[in-house]
């Protein structure tokens, strides 16, 4: 079943296909479903990463998308200016989402009068400005630039783990790590304020996504997006805590509702053994989306594994969906078997709740069993992902 909340949502999302089901039922509030998740799932974020030379713009892009310096898809690192052109990395886990390294800022070849033309600023949904000590006025007449255009941007103080050891070290009687930070942090905000709009805020990050900032920064991000690019972003990152497993949970929750029908109004053919038609390559390659969302795939737990010095047989031991063995239309149709009782109860119960559930007949048995079976996976497989983090964590992350 649904909890109060999803029910509340689910009764606000029907509303916005009543008209098509009202004229057409089922087939045709899948269809405009269809139109609707191809669009959704086709949206383009694309985020700059801008600053002076050798602020560490790679390897943020790198480590924001989960990925060390020498992987297959990482950007190229180094002690000098690597970043020639813009370039663009997408994200493992969601390709529409792209990083966009950016030439450093001061550069000999790109000079601060030249070279919001040269990066082609106007493409960016928003800007990330990263500085490794000060910032400067190059970086000033960046953000102003952005200011200019409507768009969004973020200041990154980088490699403050370098600077809380070399402050271990200087200070040894009275070392206080928070107070350093919130120097370093007034500081920025000190050089920051030629900037028109008050105080900006600045998020303080080493290139360890659990510590400082970082999480603060993803957060900010997500919720400051339009709800269609949020999605997007929040699916696209790597699955290193609970609080961003939980938030992926709640994107593809929202979906099930939406796949039930449109497996059930499109392309549909009657399944042996079950009063149920359903289109089952639907189901099985949303059920992949769930899998690789959680980084519950062997690439994702082999990272993972290597992040913290564990086996990733120690990681895997804890995953107990029998999805993680196989995905195939073969287990997808065990699947809808074993949940036709629960579909009935799930039609039963909504039929009581949503009138617009009322004339459903054999058509909201097999939505019913559908979405009973794709709910039940979800949960599943955040549980496993759940699991996989505390044990690689040892910790609640």
Not at 95 to 103: G, H, S, T
Not at 147 to 154: A, E, I, L, R, S
Not at 260 to 273: D, F, K, N, R, T
Not at 292 to 308: H, I, K, P, W
Request: one cysteine or more; charged letters at 30%; proline letters at 4%.
């Amino acid at each position: 079943m649904a909890d109060e909340e999803e029910f509340t949502d689910l009764k606000e999302e029907f509303e916005k296909f009543k008209d098509e089901f009202e004229s057409g039922g089922l087939a045709a509030v899948a269809s405009k479903i269809k139109s609707h998740l191809e669009d959704m799932d086709n949206v383009q974020l694309n985020i700059a990463i801008t600053g002076e030379s050798g602020s560490g713009k790679s390897t943020f892009v790198n480590c924001i998308r989960g990925l060390g310096a020498e992987e297959k898809e990482s950007a190229k690192t180094g002690v000098v200016e690597e970043t020639m052109e813009p370039t663009m990395y997408p994200c493992p886990k969601n390709p529409n989402v792209r990083f966009w390294d950016l030439p450093g800022i001061g550069t000999s070849n790109f000079q601060a009068d030249q070279y919001l033309e040269k990066v082609r600023f106007d493409q960016y949904d928003f800007f990330i400005i990263i500085a490794s000590m000060r910032f400067k006025e190059n970086d000033i007449t960046l953000a102003r630039a952005v200011q200019k255009m409507g768009k969004k941007f973020y200041f990154v103080r980088s490699m403050i783990d370098r600077d809380i050891d070399a402050a271990s070290k200087r200070r040894k009687n009275n070392f206080n790590e928070k107070k350093i930070l919130e120097e370093i942090r007034q500081n920025c905000v000190d050089c920051l304020q030629k900037l028109e709009g008050g105080s900006p805020s600045v998020f303080l990050i080493s290139f360890e996504p659990l510590l400082y900032d970082f999480q603060k920064l993803e957060e900010t991000l997500e919720k400051e997006l339009p709800k269609h690019k949020k999605d997007a972003f929040l699916q696209a990152l790597p699955n290193i805590s609970l609080q961003i497993s939980e938030g992926k949970r709640k994107v593809l929750r929202a979906r099930i509702w939406k796949l039930a029908a449109l497996s059930c109004g499109v392309a549909a053919v009657p399944i042996p053994g079950l009063s149920v038609v359903c289109d089952v390559a639907i189901l099985v390659r949303e059920l992949r989306l769930y899998y690789n969302t959680f980084s519950l795939d062997d690439e994702s737990l082999q990272s993972l594994a290597q992040r913290v010095d564990k086996p990733v047989e120690d990681l895997k031991s804890v995953i107990k969906s029998p999805l993680a063995k196989e995905i195939s239309s073969d287990v997808v149709l065990k699947l809808l078997m074993k949940a036709a009782g629960g579909g009935l109860m799930v039609v039963e119960y909504w039929v009581s709740t949503i009138p617009i559930f009322g004339s459903i007949a054999a058509g909201g048995i097999s939505f019913g069993t559908t979405y009973y079976m794709l709910k039940s996976c979800l949960e599943e497989l955040a549980e496993d992902s759940c699991n996989v983090l505390k044990k690689a964590f040892e910790t609640e992350v």
